[in-house]
C-alpha cells in the first residue's frame, strides 16, 4: 500500500530510470514494478557478504555459501539422443576445484566461457570431486561497478527470465543515488512522538519498552537504503522491521477509518428484542448456558441497542457453545421483525445448522430457509407463524438471485474459509444490518490485530458441562496394528470412529501419502464387521448427506475422511479420530479435526500417526499431546509454519505484506495499534501522518 503523494518523483514509472527500455517493462511487471517505488522496495531474497567468501577448500557437505573463482574448464554433454544433457564448469579459486553441475539447460554453454570469473552460491553436495548441483551464478565483468557488486554486502533478488543479478542491483543502486534523498517520512508524528516517549523513560499504554525496537528511530530513507545495501547483515532486520512497521500502522489506519466511516454513515437497526422467543427457547434446550456464553449475550444485546450496527467477532474454542449464542442473537433479530442470514463455508455446515435450528425453532413457529449451491431453496415443512425467518446458505446467499427485505443480523460462520468481499457482499442484503462473525478457529493475538482489526471481538472460554475428556497420542506407522485394535475394541463398545487421510486418491508410496480410496477397502477388512462409511470433497452434496445421515444414526460405525469434516460435523457418540499423515496438516488444522470427537459424555482418544516420526514431526505434533487449548495451539501453529493457511490473506481480505511478519512481529502489530489509537497525542496536524 503507498500513501506517497501523487505528485512525487517516486511515482514515475521505472522507465524514468536510465536504462531501463521498453522491453523490461513487461519483465518488471511479473516481478509487480511499475514505479520507483515499487523497485525501492522491491526486497531481496538474501544477501551476500562478499567483503570474505568462502574458499572451496573451507566448503562442507549441505552447508550454503558463496565462492568466487576462475572457470578453467566448461562442457556440456548429452545423453539419450540429446533428450537429457548436463552443463558442467570447473572453477579454481587457487584453494581447490570446485565443479557445478546443471541438468537440462544446455543453454548455459553459450553463457560461460573459461577464463571468466564467477561467483557461486549452492550447497556442497559431494566432496570427492567437489561438487554443486545448480548453484546461482554471477559474472564478474571487467570494468563493471565493482564497488557495487564487490567487496561489501550485496542484495540478491527474486528474478525473472531476462534480468541479470548484476544488472538489477546496479539499477537499484543508481535509483537510491538519484531518489534516495526524495523518500518521504511515514507516520512522522506518530513514530516521533513514541520515540520521544521511549527516550524519555516512559511506555505507551501496554506497550512494553522492550517493543520500542531500534528501528523506531530508523528513518525510513534509511531503512530502504540498509534494505537493499547495508553496511552490516544486522541492519537488514532492523530495515525490516521499520517498513513492517509502515505496514502495520498503514493497516489500523485503514481500519480505524473503515469504522468511523461505518459509525458516522450508518444507523442502526433496533434488534435487541424482547425475550418473547428466547424464554421458550432456551426452557426447552434442556441445559443452562455457561457464565461465559451469558456474558457474551449480554455483550451482544449491548451492541444490538446501540445506535450504530453490531461489528463483532465471537471466537470460541471447538465445542465451546458458539451456535447456541448464535441462536440466542438470531432470536433478539427475530423478535424485532428482522430477517436473519447465517452463512457457512461447506454444504456440510449449511446443513447441519440447518438440522439444529429448525429443531430449535420449529417449536417457536419460526421458519427456517436452506439455500445452497445443490438446493437453492428448501425450507422446512412447517409454516413460519413470524412474519420473520431465519436464511441459512452457503457462498449462495451472496448470489443476485438472493433476496431478503429487512435484512437485521448477518452471521457468518468461520469467516476465515470467505474473503471479505463476499461478507460485504451479503450485508449489501440489507441497509447496515447487523454483523456477528464465528470462528472456531482460535485466532492467535497478532493476527488478530491485522484480520479483524475492525470487528470487536468476544471469547467463549471453557466448554460446556457433560463433556469427557480427550486424550491425545502421537504413533508411528508401525504402531498401527496396535491403533487399529483399539479402534476395534471400541466400535465393538457400540461408539464411532473418524479415520482421516490427506488425500481423497493419488496415494505417494515413496512418501508414504496416504488416500481415502485407497485405504477403504484395506479398513473394510481391518474392521470388520463393523460398518465403514466414505467421505469426501469429490461427492455430491446429495452423496455427502447421505453418508453422514447413516452416520449420524449409527448406520455406519467408522467414518473414513479427508478435512472435510473439519467443521460442521458433530455426532456425539464418536469419540475416536485416528488422522494418518499428521506431520502433513497444521496444528490448527489438527485441533479442529479433533473437535469432532469428544461432543458427548464419553472419553474420547485421538491417535496422530506420522508418517515418518522424525525428531521435528514428534516435537510438533507433541503439542496436541500436551493441551486441548486451541489458542494456545494457534500461537504454536503461528510461530512454526507462519500464518499460511490459518491467516488466508487473500481470502481474508488482510494487506499483503511484504515486511511485516505476522509470525515474529506481535510486539509491532501491537505498538502500530497502540499509536494508531492515540494519533491525535503525537500528531498536531490532527490526522496528517
Given amino acids: ?31 509487480g514494478i511499475t514505479t520507483i517505488e515499487d523497485l525501492l522496495l522491491y526486497p531481496p531474497r538474501r544477501h551476500e557478504d562478499r567483503r570474505t567468501s568462502s574458499t572451496t577448500a573451507q566448503l562442507k557437505i549441505d552447508e550454503a555459501a558463496t565462492v568466487l573463482g576462475k572457470i578453467v574448464a566448461q562442457g556440456l554433454t548429452f545423453f539419450a539422443k540429446r533428450s537429457k544433457s548436463v552443463f558442467e564448469f570447473i572453477l579454481d579459486d587457487g584453494t581447490g576445484r570446485l565443479h557445478c553441475r546443471w541438468w537440462n539447460l544446455p543453454w548455459l554453454a553459450e553463457r560461460f566461457h573459461v577464463g571468466d570469473e564467477v561467483f557461486v552460491y549452492g550447497k556442497l553436495k559431494s566432496l570427492k570431486p567437489r561438487t554443486m548441483d545448480h548453484p546461482e551464478t554471477e559474472l564478474v565483468e571487467a570494468g563493471d561497478e565493482a564497488s557495487i557488486h564487490l567487496h561489501r554486502i550485496v542484495p540478491v533478488y527474486p528474478l525473472t527470465e531476462g534480468l541479470s543479478q548484476r544488472w538489477l542491483r546496479g539499477l537499484v543502486w543508481r535509483a537510491l543515488e538519484q531518489f534516495g534523498t526524495q523518500i518521504p517520512e511515514r507516520h512522522v508524528e506518530l513514530l516521533a512522538g513514541a520515540a520521544l516517549e521511549s527516550r524519555a523513560g516512559a511506555v505507551l499504554p501496554s506497550i512494553p519498552p522492550s517493543a520500542l525496537s531500534p528501528a523506531l528511530r530508523l528513518s525510513r530513507a534509511a531503512a530502504i537504503h540498509s534494505l537493499h545495501f ?58 443452562s448456558l455457561t457464565e461465559s456464553q451469558t456474558a457474551v449475550l449480554r455483550e451482544i444485546r449491548a ?69 445452497t449451491g445443490s438446493r437453492k431453496s428448501s425450507s422446512n415443512s412447517q409454516p413460519a407463524k413470524t412474519h420473520a425467518q431465519l436464511f441459512i446458505g452457503t457462498h449462495a446467499l451472496v448470489e443476485d438471485t438472493f433476496t431478503v427485505e429487512r435484512l437485521g443480523l448477518v452471521i457468518i460462520d468461520e469467516q476465515h474459509k470467505f474473503g471479505v468481499t463476499q461478507r460485504e457482499q451479503l450485508l449489501r442484503k440489507g441497509h447496515y444490518p447487523h454483523l456477528l462473525v464465528m470462528t472456531a478457529t482460535p ?47 471400541r466400535l465393538a463398545e457400540g461408539r464411532q470412529a473418524y479415520l482421516v487421510y490427506p488425500r481423497v486418491e493419488d496415494a505417494d508410496l515413496k512418501t508414504g501419502t496416504k488416500a481415502v480410496l485407497a485405504e477403504f477397502e484395506k479398513l473394510t477388512k481391518e474392521l470388520a464387521p463393523h460398518r465403514l462409511g466414505l467421505l469426501h470433497g469429490r461427492l455430491s452434496a446429495q452423496e455427502k448427506e447421505a453418508v453422514m445421515a447413516d452416520y449420524r444414526a449409527n448406520r455406519v460405525q467408522a467414518l473414513l475422511a479427508t478435512s472435510v469434516i473439519e467443521v460442521g460435523v458433530d455426532v456425539a457418540n464418536a469419540t475416536v479420530m485416528v488422522i494418518e499423515n ?43 499431546a500436551e493441551t486441548t ?18 491467516l488466508g490473506q487473500v481470502q481474508s481480505g ?25 494519533r491525535d497525542k503525537f500528531s498536531p496536524a490532527r490526522g496528517k501522518v
Fill in 443 to 489: 485466532i492467535p493475538r497478532t493476527l488478530g490485530l491485522t484480520i479483524y482489526g475492525d470487528l470487536d471481538a468476544s471469547v467463549i472460554n471453557g466448554l460446556p458441562p457433560g463433556r469427557g475428556n480427550i486424550k491425545t497420542f502421537v504413533r508411528g506407522p508401525d504402531k498401527l496394528p496396535k491403533v487399529w485394535a483399539f479402534v476395534r475394541e
Fill in 230 to 287: 547495508p553496511a552490516e547483515l544486522a541492519e537488514v532486520e532492523l530495515a525490516r522491521q521499520r517498513l513492517g512497521l509502515d505496514e502495520f500502522i498503514d493497516l489500523q489506519l485503514a481500519v480505524r477509518a473503515r469504522r468511523q466511516k461505518l459509525l458516522a454513515k450508518a444507523k442502526s437497526l433496533p434488534c435487541k428484542g424482547n425475550n418473547h422467543l428466547i424464554r421458550p427457547f432456551l426452557a426447552q434446550l434442556g441445559f
Fill in 1 to 31: 500500500m503507498t500513501n506517497i503523494a501523487a505528485n512525487s518523483p517516486l511515482t514515475r514509472p521505472v522507465t524514468t530510470l536510465r536504462g531501463v527500455g521498453p522491453r523490461h517493462v513487461e519483465l518488471f511487471a511479473k516481478l
Fill in 303 to 371: 451492541d444490538l441497542a446501540r445506535g450504530t450496527p453490531m461489528r463483532r467477532l465471537l471466537q470460541g474454542d471447538v465445542g465451546a457453545g458458539k451456535t447456541v449464542v448464535a441462536a440466542c442473537t438470531t432470536l433478539m433479530a427475530l423478535e424485532s421483525g428482522y430477517n436473519v442470514a447465517l452463512m457457512a463455508p461447506t454444504e456440510i455446515l449449511a446443513e447441519q445448522h440447518f438440522r439444529n435450528f429448525v429443531r430449535w425453532l420449529n417449536p417457536l413457529g419460526v421458519g427456517v430457509v436452506l439455500r
Fill in 654 to 678: 488482510a494487506a499483503q505484506f511484504k515486511f511485516a511478519d505476522l509470525a515474529r512481529d506481535l510486539e509491532l502489530a501491537k505498538l502500530a495499534r497502540e499509536l494508531a489509537s492515540v
Fill in 582 to 624: 499428521a506431520e502433513q496438516f497444521g496444528l490448527a488444522q489438527l485441533h479442529q479435526l479433533r473437535g469432532r470427537i469428544g461432543r458427548g459424555a464419553h472419553d474420547s482418544w485421538c491417535v496422530l500417526v506420522a508418517a515418518k516420526l522424525t525428531d521435528t514431526t514428534r516435537e510438533r505434533l507433541k503439542v496436541l
Fill in 629 to 646: 487449548d486451541g489458542f494456545a495451539i494457534a500461537e504454536a501453529d503461528l510461530r512454526l509454519r507462519g500464518p499460511g493457511e490459518l
